[in-house]
């Protein structure tokens, strides 16, 4: 999905012919959710100005109710027009960036966070970072209220085809929904756990990817209550099945190129600068693994068993470590970074992942060995003699990861870093003062 050139007369001329008659204007608050502030085409003028503004105090991790003013300056080349209408006209959505009222961009803005690393990127000599996601999704049935149950809509597994099936319709339709919004989808099948799919669209630049994974939820949402059904995100949301990632596939450009292949770079083709970003990668596995596994429940799929990783450690080919190097070679070479799950914010992950690449590149880091045998079959003491550690087991221990990381405390700048570091320490408290119907039934009548 390239990212169109649009001036403001070419904005104002196609709002004009499709009887567009409300704008959406979108931004990411510091949790990953999806804000906007919804207005009629008659404030086009002033979107286009920049002089459209919100109340910043009601936005999760944004400022205080004395610093409240805030501005939306949109990103043109994000106007897309939903294919779904209103009796009254259409709705353009458009993507903005949140700046202050003395013109200058918001450090609490996740997405203009992840453009300042992309300008130290280029910086550094570096020209594009491409991102890849293969987000996963479930979809429940919902009771006759609207509420979403736990009830799945199918028992199928890994690319099962199930053509009477109510979740199959809705995923082709979320694909040609996708197509007409002028995403590239790649591949479109159910996965692994009953209830569950995935949709790989095509990779794109990282603003872009990020951009492309927000609009993504919001489209696989809305279809599914077409269908009667709800989408989630939620990474673990049953027990005893596997939960859902969004794996990166990620590769850095340069003006020659890919900068991660090197076709005399031995027998896997990589490149000095692809084994160094690899390195910052690993070192920094455990501290960003707060940023990209974010909720207590994303632990719960970190666990052995089913399919996740837990091992900090990469491969070109076993899929059971962290990182894996697909195989694909040239232009399409990349790393895949397995354990991210789609309750991550993309512009944080993303930009976490990048500085942690781009520490190993300017401190020209290693990577220890590749691993190729299947790391769940190792015992405790084969793991420490391939210096293989563990990711975080719980929130708790990856945020303590997270405030020890001054590389991630810098790839999320310290408004950020702070409110996120206080805000997933109180979710984390809270969960800790809860009672499960686990521990009931364990304990209740034990002791």
């Given amino acids: 999905m390239a990212k169109p050139e649009y001036s403001k007369d070419d904005i104002r001329q196609m709002a004009k012919d ?18 906007n502030v919804e207005v009629p085409i008659s404030q086009l003028g002033k979107l286009l100005e920049n002089k459209l503004m919100f109340d910043g105090s009601s936005i999760d991790g944004f400022v205080r109710i004395e610093e409240s003013d805030m501005y939306l300056y949109p990103d043109l080349s994000t106007w897309m027009i939903f294919p779904w209408s209103t009796e009254r006209g259409k709705i353009a959505r458009v993507i903005c960036e949140v700046y202050t009222t003395d013109g200058k961009p918001f450090a609490g803005d996740p997405r203009n966070n992840l453009i300042r690393v992309l300008n130290d990127m280029r910086k550094a000599g570096f020209t594009d970072f491409n991102i890849g996601p293969e987000p996963e999704f479930f979809l429940f049935k919902m009771d006759e209220n609207g509420k979403p149950t736990t009830e799945l809509n199918d028992k199928g597994s890994y690319f099962d085809m199930a053509p009477m099936d109510l979740g199959e319709n809705c995923r082709r339709e979320i694909v040609l929904t996708m197509e007409e919004m002028g995403f590239d989808v790649e591949a479109a099948h159910h996965e692994v756990a009953p209830g569950q799919h995935e949709i790989d669209f095509k990779y794109a630049d990282a603003l872009t990817a990020a951009d492309n994974i927000q609009t993504f939820k919001l489209v696989v949402k809305t279809i599914a209550r077409k269908y009667g059904l709800y989408a989630t995100f939620m990474p673990k949301p049953l027990a005893g099945i596997n939960g859902s990632g969004m794996h990166l596939n990620m590769s850095l450009f340069h003006g020659q ?25 690993l070192k920094h596995a455990r501290s960003f693994t707060a940023i990209c596994n974010p909720i207590v429940n994303s632990y719960k799929r970190l666990v052995p068993g089913y399919e996740a990783p837990v091992y900090v450690a990469w491969s070109g080919s076993n899929r059971s470590p962290l990182i894996r190097v697909p195989n694909s070679r040239g232009l399409s070479t990349r790393l895949e970074l397995r354990s991210v799950d ?9 930009a976490a992942v990048l500085e942690a690449g781009l520490d190993g590149l300017r401190n020209k880091l290693a990577p220890q060995e590749a691993v190729d ?30 405030a020890a990381d001054d590389v991630m405390r810098g790839a999320m700048g310290e408004h950020l870093f702070q409110s996120f570091i206080e805000a997933k320490n109180l979710e984390y408290n809270s969960y800790r003062t809860q009672v ?12």
Avoid: C
């Fill in 18 to 35: 499709e009887n567009v008659k409300f704008l959406r204007l979108m931004f990411t608050d510091l949790f990953g959710t999806i804000k």
């Fill in 342 to 350: 789609p309750a991550a914010n993309p512009y944080l992950a993303i």
């Fill in 436 to 447: 499960s119907q686990w521990e009931r039934d364990q304990y209740l009548e034990l002791y």
């Fill in 373 to 402: 045998r299947n790391i769940y079959r190792m015992d405790a003491e084969e793991r420490q003699e391939n210096h293989i550690t563990n990711l975080p087991d719980t929130l708790h221990n990856a945020l303590k990861d997270l």
């Fill in 257 to 281: 190129g890919n900068a991660f292949f090197d076709k005399d770079g031995g027998d896997m083709q990589l490149s000095e600068d692809a084994y160094h970003f690899l390195g910052g990668l």
